[in-house]
DNA sequence: TATGTTGTTTATCGATCGATAATAATTCGA
DNA sequence: TCGAATTATTATCGATCGATAAACAACATA
C-alpha cells in the first residue's frame, strides 16, 4: 500500500500466516492435493467441500479445479491413492508355508495387513466410499475372499488331515468361519476410527490370542460340518422381524 | 367422493400422482416424518437435503420445519427412534442363565440380539453417527462392552472353573477376546448393509457356528493368560507404520 | 533483459442449501 | 353455519456449493 506497486501488494498478503503465493511443478502440486484430499475426505467424507480443502492446502480454491477437471476426479483419484499397492503378494505365500505352524502363520499375516490396512485414512476412506456404494468396496472384498478366507481354510483342513478343496469344495459356512475371525480383526479398527472407542494398546498381543482362539475352535466345527452332522443343517431362511421388541 | 364438496375438488390435484393435499394431526404427521427421515437418512447420510426428505412424504419442504426447529434437531430425534429401546434387558438375564449350556445361551443371545438389531436403518445410521463423531456410539459401545461381552467372559470363566472376577478381574485381553466374537458377527451386517457384499441365507446357522468356534477356542487362551504363561505377554506398543508396502 | 510458458489468483456465475414470513386451506366447536 | 384454531403451501431470503473465465505472476530460456 506504501509504495504502491502491485507486486508487493499481493505477495505479501498482508502480516497474516499466509505463506505467500508459491509456484510448484505439476506433478509436486497434484501430490500435494491428492493427499490432502485423502486425509480431508477421510475427515470430512466425500461432501466436504472445495473450499475447506483449499485452505487446509495454501492455495485458491479454483487452482484445484485445473488440476482435476471435477470434484468426482479428485475422489476417483483418492481412491486409488489409498487402496492402490497396499496389497502385498507374499501375504499370500505367508499363508500357505506349511514349515511353519498354521498359528505362526496367521499371526504373522494379521500383523503384516493391520500394520498396512490399519489407518485412518484407509478405514475411513474404505467406510465412506461403502455407504456411498462404491464398487470397489465389493472387489476388495472379492479379493479377501478368495485369496485369504480361502487359503485360511484350505490350510486349516490340511492341518486337520481333512479332505482338500479339489476333493471337497469349501462350504459357504467354513468361508464364514474365516469372515468371523478376518470380521472380528477388522473390527478392532472400526471400533478405533469408525467410533473413536478404545482399543487395545497392544494389536499385536490381541491379534496372537484371537488367532489362537481361531485355530483351536475352528477345526471343531469344520469336523462336524464335513463328517455329515447333518442334525444342525438347518433350513435356509433369514428370520429379521423384529419379534423380540 | 361423487358429491361436488370443496374438499374433493382440493384433494384430487389434478391428475397427476400428487395425492393431495391432506392434513394430519400434529402427532401423526411427526410419526411420519421421523420415520421417514429415518429411511432417508440411513440410505444417503445426514447431508440428505430436506427437499428431497419432503418429496418422498409428499408435502412441502418448510412444512418439515413447523415440526422441527432445524434439520438438527430433526437428526437428534432420528437417534431416539433408532436407538431407543431397542435394548432387551433379557438378553442379560440370558447371558447367565447356567441352567442351560454356554453355547446354547450364546446362540440364543445372538440370534436375538441380530434379529433385534440387524435391520438396513439401524446399521446404517450407526455408522453414519459414528463417521460424524457422535457420542451415542461411544456410549453404546460401553453398553455391549458392560453388559454383553464382560458377561460372556465371566460364564466362560465358570464353566472353565477358573477364578471369578470376584477373585481375579476380567483383562483388556480377555474383554477382546469377546470382541472378536462380537466384531465378527457384527461384520456379517457391516458387510451387507455398509459394502453390500454377499451374505449367508442362512444366518442362524452362521451364529450357531461361530458361537461353537468360540467356546471350543477361547477357554484354552484364557487358561494360558490366567494360569501364567508370561511368554507371550509382550511389551505394549503399537507399531502402525507402513514399513510393509 | 525480453519473452513465452505455465502455475496461480481474482471475480463471478448458476444451482442448491437450510430456514423464514406471509398466505391459503382444512377441521372442529359454539 | 360461522369463525377461531391449526395444518399446510407459496414465495423468497441469504449463505454456500462446484465450476468457469479472465487476469496476473513466477520461472525458464534466449
Known amino acids: ?54 485452505r487446509r492446502l495454501g492455495v485458491t480454491q479454483p487452482l484445484i479445479f485445473r488440476y482435476f477437471p471435477t470434484k468426482e476426479d479428485l475422489i476417483e483419484r483418492v481412491y486409488q491413492e489409498v487402496y492402490l499397492s497396499r496389497w ?54 472379492a479379493l479377501i475372499r478368495d485369496r485369504v478366507l480361502k487359503r485360511i ?27 468371523g475371525l478376518h470380521g472380528g480383526v477388522f473390527y478392532i479398527a472400526i471400533r478405533k476410527w469408525i467410533y473413536e472407542f478404545e482399543t487395545p494398546e497392544d494389536i499385536e498381543g490381541v491379534l496372537e490370542a484371537t488367532v489362537e482362539s481361531f485355530v483351536k475352535g475352528a477345526p471343531a466345527v469344520m469336523r462336524r460340518l464335513l463328517e455329515g452332522d447333518q442334525t444342525k443343517a438347518k433350513a435356509p431362511g433369514l428370520s429379521l422381524d423384529n419379534s423380540t421388541i
Open 1 to 54: 500500500m506504501a509504495d504502491g506497486r502491485k507486486t508487493v501488494q499481493t505477495r505479501a498478503k498482508s502480516d497474516n500466516d499466509a505463506p505467500a503465493r508459491k509456484r510448484l511443478p505439476r506433478n509436486e502440486r497434484e501430490q500435494m492435493i491428492v493427499r490432502e484430499a485423502t486425509r480431508f475426505f477421510a475427515e470430512v467424507g466425500f461432501e466436504g467441500q472445495t473450499r475447506e480443502l483449499a
Open 153 to 179: 481354510m484350505t490350510e486349516v483342513r490340511a492341518e486337520q488331515n481333512l479332505p482338500t478343496p479339489e476333493e471337497i469344495p469349501l462350504s459357504e459356512r467354513e468361508i464364514e468361519l474365516a469372515w
Open 88 to 141: 502385498n503378494p507374499w501375504w499370500e505365500e505367508l499363508l500357505e508355508d506349511r514349515s511353519m505352524p498354521l498359528t505362526e502363520r496367521l499371526s504373522q499375516f494379521y500383523k503384516a495387513y493391520t500394520t498396512a490396512i490399519f489407518t485412518y485414512e484407509w478405514v475411513r476412506i474404505f467406510v465412506y466410499s461403502g455407504l456411498k456404494g462404491v464398487n470397489i468396496n465389493r472387489r476388495y472384498l
